[in-house]
């Protein structure tokens, strides 16, 4: 095994560090924990998702569109799947609208985010933002994933600070605003 001291790479056993003294020489030192493994645990419980209510004439007017659109697609293709399958969605749509949100606990804690009995390991996501929703304020974690859907824990304004600070030891901020689908999911008070 050839010894080259002028190697960039240096073996490093688990548990130290190698700092370089200003003469070139190596000193060894114990590693100082993470900065993860100092975080304590913030935990709040909230709505798992914003309520929008429906009157009978949103679901009147849910009941016709999707019979229009039935309809055009049965006389435009002919099909009976695809036909089927508007009512089908329709119908999803309706009871998806009629769900009331549960009560559910968040917690940030050095492994990740829980929420209820799902957990969330850090390394899933890229960034984090905050967005206003009425009353209620959320926190996105954007997913490293192309086809992962981010991940909002609902929280109370005055709570802000505590999470976002608890979250940024692990993640970085990202100013975003809502996307499209975001958008018109409020517009349709889905």
Known sequence: MNNDENSPWEYKPEGTESDVEDDGAVRETASEPSPASKTSTVSWQAVEFIEHPHNSGWYGALVFL???LTAL???LT???IAT???PIVGIIVAVFAGHKPGVVRYEIASSGLKIGEKSYPYRLF???SVLQEGDLSSVNLFPLKRFMPPIAAYFEPADQDKITNALGEHLPYEERKMDSIDRL???LRL
């Open 66 to 68: 999707t019979a229009t």
């Open 73 to 75: 697609v049965y006389f």
């Open 78 to 80: 002919k099909d009976y």
């Open 84 to 86: 089927g399958t508007i």
């Open 126 to 128: 890229k960034s984090f």
């Open 185 to 187: 999911s409020r517009r």
